[in-house]
């Protein structure tokens, strides 16, 4: 794998072990309590982590589909905007960003539940990594599935993403009381 997509893997396993740590330490109720009735539960942040990777999965596969592998090892960029709001992105939170309805999980199941479909979300993210390697992803773009107007590289929707699982993951821990 490409050393630059070497690191987002790791963000993204470290993203992994960090929210089985978390839901191991709860248990149920604490799992799903908001602390707060304007701020989701820790469940409810895991699972708009799985509902976005689910969102990306089809937006990433269609770039990939566009790019074929390139000779050389590419250095990625990110580009303004991936670099803006990877850096926006990034806890501890300073701007609160109010999500599109899509993304805001209806309801959650289990610790259980949650945390499989979270793994299996993260495992298709890193295999569209694996699959990224060596294409020219600073060419390769996608459209933001949060807002039509915004677009990026495809090196920065990977910087976003893990950017992204890192803020929600903080929220989920003060959501739990960590």
Known sequence: M???????????????ARATRLMDSLDEARFHARRDLTRWSAAEC??????????????????LAQGAPVAGVPRYQRDIL???????????????????????PAGT???????????????GLLH??????????????????????????LYSAFRILAAHERRHLWQAERAAGR
């Open 2 to 16: 490409h050393p630059q997509l070497a690191v987002i893997a790791s963000d993204l396993e470290a993203a992994s």
């Open 46 to 63: 895991i699972a708009h982590l799985t509902l976005t990777a689910r969102v990306y999965v089809p937006l990433i596969d269609a770039a």
């Open 82 to 104: 991936g670099w803006l709001l990877s850096v926006l992105l990034e806890p501890p939170v300073r701007i609160r960003l109010k999500t599109l309805a899509a993304f805001v």
């Open 109 to 123: 199941g289990t610790r259980a539940e949650v945390g499989t479909e979270f793994t299996r979300a993260q495992a």
């Open 128 to 153: 569209r990594l694996e699959t990224a390697s060596g294409r020219d992803l600073n060419r390769l773009k996608i459209v933001s599935p949060f807002n039509a107007h915004v677009s990026y590289n």
